[in-house]
């Protein structure tokens, strides 16, 4: 049962333009959300975090935005830069525990 | 945040042969995490590490297959063990970043197996 799915495997968006990564997941008592970035050869690092209180978090460039109702959250790069290239995945987390449920990833190319 | 140093970065080994894959953190925690990612699929969490007590197994894995330690607050092992071709993964040590940042991962190890 995948609770947390990432449905576009890959993404290719111009430089300067908007990436939009999408997110869905099933199970309604996750209340925290969190975007990983993956380049080949490392470890994800962690990109930017969502409290299920909040419908949006920004930091910088990056926005993430949440629909409880709709059980789906979004991640937002603007502009999109070429280093944005890599694999994103979003996980989510069970109240006061500590595993993450993550998605299958999402490979974003930025095109210069 | 913690800094985790993992290695082998990779390897290539032959079926039915063991592999140890090790993580050092710079920092003590209590709890360690054991991930596998396997081609074209999402990270899977296949156990935590305690020091000082038996790791606890995700559904579908078992400590034969998938012996850990964790003889101090700083440092994991786990071992894949009696390896098959469907064992090629990256594996990924991670450590509970604390809020907001979620898990901190090692670098991983990507094993391809023969």
């Known amino acids: 049962d995948q609770q947390v799915k990432q449905n576009s495997p890959s993404l290719s968006v111009q430089e300067g333009r908007i990436s939009i990564l999408n997110c869905d997941y099933t199970n309604s008592m996750f209340d925290y959300f969190l975007w990983y970035k993956k380049y080949p050869a490392e470890g994800p690092t962690f990109l930017i975090s969502?409290?299920?209180?909040?419908d949006k978090n920004e930091d910088g460039r990056f926005t993430v935005f949440l629909n409880k109702s709709a059980k789906h959250l979004s991640l937002h790069i603007v502009p999109s830069q070429p280093g944005d290239s890599a694999v994103y995945f979003c996980a989510a987390a069970h109240p006061g525990a500590q595993k993450l449920v993550f998605g299958q990833g999402t490979r974003l190319t930025i095109n210069p | 945040s913690a800094v985790i140093s993992q290695k082998p970065s990779r390897d290539i080994c032959q079926r039915g042969t063991s592999l140890t894959i090790q993580c050092q953190v710079d920092?003590?925690?209590?709890?360690m995490f054991w991930y596998r990612q396997q081609p074209g699929q999402s990270l899977t969490l296949i156990a935590t590490?305690?020091?000082?007590?038996?790791?606890?197994?995700e559904s579908g894995f078992v400590i034969d297959k998938f012996p850990i330690s964790r003889p101090n607050l700083t440092f994991s092992t786990l071992t894949v063990s009696n390896m098959s071709p469907e064992d090629s993964s990256i594996y990924l040590c991670?450590?509970?970043?604390?809020?907001?940042?979620?898990?901190?991962f090692g670098s991983g190890t990507r094993l391809t197996v023969v």
């Open positions: 969502i409290s299920s209180i909040k």
């Open positions: 590490a305690n020091q000082g007590s038996e790791a606890t197994y």
């Open positions: 991670s450590v509970d970043g604390g809020f907001p940042y979620g898990y901190t």
């Open positions: 920092s003590q925690v209590t709890m």
